[in-house]
């Protein structure tokens, strides 16, 4: 095995072999990216090298069975699973950073219109058509050093909201409102002292009843932006639940908006996979399972619904160990079956050389439990 200075790897490159901090502990499978988070992890570890049989190299070898000749094909299903993965990432930073901008606008008491944030929402659409999976698959549950926490959750929010929206079958102009309204339904926060939202110690009462209000002032301030009211409505209404225990106005079942009920579930199952100042993130599929309990029936069974089987019960991204021994990681979901996702097996190829993907079932090779982070970084 050949020993790696951690210094001289390609950030997001891949190893064309399983690369090892030590004999046993794997750090990445072949169609994992070397990440820039994984060296500076490393390095922080005081690590110096890694072993591997592999190479460290720009693309995925063994990753080419999105390529198809037929007719109709859009052209990012016939790049290789790395530039998919690549490209998604590239989605994702952009629009994120897009939404730093919006939100720093509101600092800033300047002005933006909803044409233009419904422009971008339109390519974001149109980029969760295409990369729905690898969106997924890239979208992290820890925030970086330096980044806006409330960017990040309005981004990853936005995303599930129209993986959701599209599920329900929502036209093109109401899935964009859509996106508009989860990009937007936390922009009140913005209003408040960062305290009262980033604080690892209990609120006091006060500080409580700022947070309590946020939702209308993100009403006030769209409102006063001529933002639609139905996008309007959708900021207000956000932390309403089914039974009448949410707020600002504890409404119930049928007076709660559509888009609200889409933004509740999709920030809820965010906001319990993704880490805060005051907790650590859950694993997608414990996050799913909180939600499946709906405990107090809080949100809409139907969107519930919408979620899970847009993300399986595993959720796509997710690192798993098999009933086979084997690991992987979740890259599509079964339309028939949430409990049984589509399954890519790490380190093995096709008779061909595409990706190895399984359809787990109850029958043959299923999931036994999430992989946990020492498991595989």
Known sequence: MKTF???????????????????????????VTFSQELLRTLQEWDFKEVQSDGEPQEEYSGADDAVQEAEGIPET?????????????????EFLKYAETLFNQVATQ???????????????????KENRR????????DLAEGQNYMASHAVKSAIIAIIIGGFVKLPTHRLIELGVAALLHEIGMIKLPPQTYLS??????QERKLILGHPILSFSLLKNLDFPLVVSLAALEHHERENGTGYPQKLTGEKISLYA??????????????SRPHKDAKDGYSGMLDLLKNEGKQYDDTVVKALVFSLSIYPIG??????????????D????????????????????????????????VYIIRPLQKEEIV
Do not use: W
């Not at 009920?261 to 319990?272: D, G, H, P, R, T």
């Not at 997710?318 to 890259?331: A, C, D, E, P, T």
């Open 5 to 31: 200075n951690i210094k001289d790897i390609p950030a997001g490159s891949f190893f064309s072999q399983p690369v090892y901090a030590d004999e046993r502990f794997i750090l990445t499978a072949p169609e």
């Open 77 to 93: 299903a016939l790049l290789s699973d790395g530039e998919q993965i690549r490209g998604a990432e590239k989605i994702y930073r």
């Open 110 to 128: 300047k002005e933006f219109h909803f044409n233009q944030v419904a422009e971008r929402v339109k390519e974001l659409c149109d980029a969760v």
């Open 134 to 141: 690898y969106l997924l698959r890239v979208m992290k549950g």
């Open 200 to 205: 690892k110690r209990p609120l006091s009462p």
């Open 261 to 274: 009920k889409i933004i509740a579930v999709a920030c809820s199952y965010e906001a319990l996979t993704s």
């Open 318 to 331: 997710l690192y798993v160990l098999l009933s086979s021994g084997k690991k992987g990681q979740v890259v």
């Open 333 to 364: 979901v079964n339309p028939e079956n949430p409990k049984y996702p589509m399954v890519q097996i790490f380190g093995e190829l096709t008779p061909d050389g595409k990706n190895k993907v399984i359809e787990t079932s109850q029958e043959g």
